[in-house]
């Protein structure tokens, strides 16, 4: 049987930008609420009422051709059999080269400890609600949304010292389901699956509609591919 | 109303005034390396306390070099990882053998200079670790200028003059910081291998490398300049970004006093050079500690202004 591919195919012009897919990755992956494993691009136009406005989700694109992956020294970044960029943080040193070589912008540090906000101590409101560590406590976990089905692939919530970003969602991929922010996505704007089977959903749908990439002159040869155009038939 | 963009990204530099660090001792330490063994080699023995002094400098420089770099790092416990995983297209990796290599061999080097009479197997000879130091100094040269180059994400990193210039600058500051660093001695110890009022007679060799490694730094710094400005749209973004920001500095710290005062004070001191008269030892000094200067500047522009965000219109571009 060929190798699996898997991709994920954007289409703009079903996407309301509602962010869910932003929400869910956080949740799913116990993303810390300042880093953005799922992303998007606003951009907004002209002079009213001649404006257009234009949402592009971002996450990382599972180059082909990955910088971060080429330029990493211990090989913590990393090309999976089936077209996945993942990373191992047990290997990683956290000198941030892959940050610097991702023309995306997708990869994260953790400078200091993850979720501080659930170890903090001081209340919102002192005397009326719950500081984050209290919040954490009665969760009984690291943080209240913590997910333990992450933790079958990658640590369940990255050390201080690493770097982090999307992993395509590998865990729920591993066990034949989707990316957290495909299911959630209300519009299906977004397609996964794996381009080597001419009948899976991204496939059919780039063999249907121009794909285009983000920042194609980087060679990078990305993996999500963006369809027809926010706000246009 | 213009076009607006968000994206909303990590905040912070990425590599910081530590890597700057790492590149510019690193630079110093290969290009005192590589005098301290054309010193050795060629030069008469008077000259060989300078090789000395050099010859220290090297392992010393790298390795402080290597410690702020390791003091970057994020999760330093496990840098052995880079030994135990084989990495063959990072930079980096190659960077990290490389340079373990060359501390190696530039401390033995300096070891049997200091101490020749210290009885230990031939292939520890000051030859042999010379003569196999020279290679891996020029590769750790490369290295540090290749390190950026290949980031082809950061316009103002990839280009070829990025990595003349990484070249040029450990040659002008490798030997700047040996002479300085013998001028200061000097003040302080005797060295009893002649007169040393006849010593600066000699080095006129030595400032005309200074004198030209400058000036060519110059004219690679142009053509940097010209291959971003009339490069793509991100490399001009990207310089200008730079320039915006760092442009005063680099221009008053780093060209001015870093390059063409040291050019302007070198031209002045060469007829100084021989006919018995030796140019005053301050002034030398003096020279030298502008290039150090101007050496750390460029780096400091480059790599930190190399970082400076990239437009959102790069960033958003769809196609
Ligand atoms: S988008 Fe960035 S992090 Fe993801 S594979 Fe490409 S280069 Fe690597
Ligand atoms: S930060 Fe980690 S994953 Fe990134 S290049 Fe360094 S070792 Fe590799």
């Known amino acids: 049987m060929a190798k ?42 002209g002079t009213f009422p001649n404006t257009t406005f234009r ?30 960029t993942l990373h191992d943080a047990n290997k990683c040193i956290g000198c941030r080269l892959c940050q610097l070589a991702c023309p995306y912008g997708v990869i994260f540090f953790n400078k200091e400890t993850p979720h501080a906000n659930y170890r903090d101590s001081q209340a919102a409101i002192p005397g009326a609600t719950f500081s984050g560590r209290e919040v954490a406590e009665r969760a009984g976990a690291p943080l209240p949304y913590y997910n333990p089905a992450r ?69 990078t040869q990305p993996h999500v591919f963006y369809i027809r155009e926010y706000g246009k038939a | 109303m213009e076009t607006e963009l968000i994206l909303t990204l990590q905040r912070g530099l990425i590599w910081d005034e530590r890597v700057v660090g790492d590149l510019f001792l690193g630079g110093v330490g290969v290009g005192a390396f590589l005098f301290a063994f054309l010193l050795w080699r060629f030069a008469e023995e008077r000259y060989q306390p300078l090789a000395k002094v050099a010859a220290v400098i090297a392992p010393v420089s790298v390795s402080a070099g290597l410690g702020l770099l390791f003091w970057k790092l994020g999760n330093k416990l496990n840098v052995h990882q880079m030994m135990l995983n084989v990495s063959p297209t990072s930079v980096m990796w190659w960077g990290a053998l490389i340079q373990g290599a060359f501390v190696t061999l530039s401390a033995l080097f300096a070891f049997r200079l200091l101490f020749p009479h210290v009885r230990l197997p031939k292939v520890l000879s000051a030859s042999v670790t010379g003569v196999l130091g020279v290679p891996f100094a020029v590769a750790v040269g490369i290295y540090h200028g290749l390190l950026l180059a290949v980031l082809t994400s950061h316009p103002l990193w990839a280009s070829g003059p990025m990595i003349v210039t990484s070249v040029l600058l450990f040659t002008v500051t490798g030997v700047a910081a040996s002479l300085l660093l013998y001028v200061v001695l000097r003040s302080f110890v005797r060295f009893d291998t002649g007169p040393s009022d006849t010593f600066a007679q000699g080095l006129k060799p030595v400032a005309w490398v200074l004198i030209a490694g400058a000036a060519l730094l110059l004219i690679t710094l142009f053509a940097w300049w010209v291959d971003l400005r009339f490069g793509s749209i991100p490399a001009r973004l990207a310089l200008q970004a730079m320039l915006a920001e760092y442009g005063i500095m680099l221009a008053v710290f780093g060209i001015g006093f870093g390059l063409v005062l040291p050019i302007v004070l070198g031209v002045l001191m060469l007829p100084r050079f021989g006919d018995g008269r030796t140019p005053s030892a301050a002034l030398v000094g003096l020279a030298c500690l502008l290039l150090l200067i101007g050496g750390f500047t460029i780096r400091y522009a480059a790599v930190i202004g190399g970082q400076l965000p990239t437009p959102l219109s790069v960033m958003a571009t769809l196609s």
């Open chain 1, 4 to 45: 699996k591919r898997y991709a994920m195919v954007i289409d703009l012009h079903r996407c309301v930008g509602c962010a869910a897919c932003d929400i869910a990755c956080k949740a799913e992956n116990n993303v810390p609420v300042e880093f953005h494993w799922s992303n998007h691009i606003v951009e907004t136009r």
């Open chain 1, 55 to 84: 949402y592009i989700p971002t996450l990382c694109n599972h180059c082909e051709n990955a910088p971060c992956v080429t330029n990493c020294p211990t090989t913590a970044m990393y090309k999976a059999e089936n077209g996945m």
């Open chain 1, 151 to 219: 933790a079958a692939t990658y640590p369940g919530v990255r050390p201080r010292g690493v770097v982090e970003k999307c992993t395509f969602c590998d865990h729920k991929v591993a066990v034949g389901e989707e990316p957290a922010c495909v299911t959630a996505c209300p519009a299906d704007a977004r397609l996964f699956g794996d381009l080597n089977d001419p009948e899976s959903k991204p496939a059919q749908a780039l063999a249907r509609h121009r794909p285009r990439v983000l920042q194609r002159d980087k060679g």
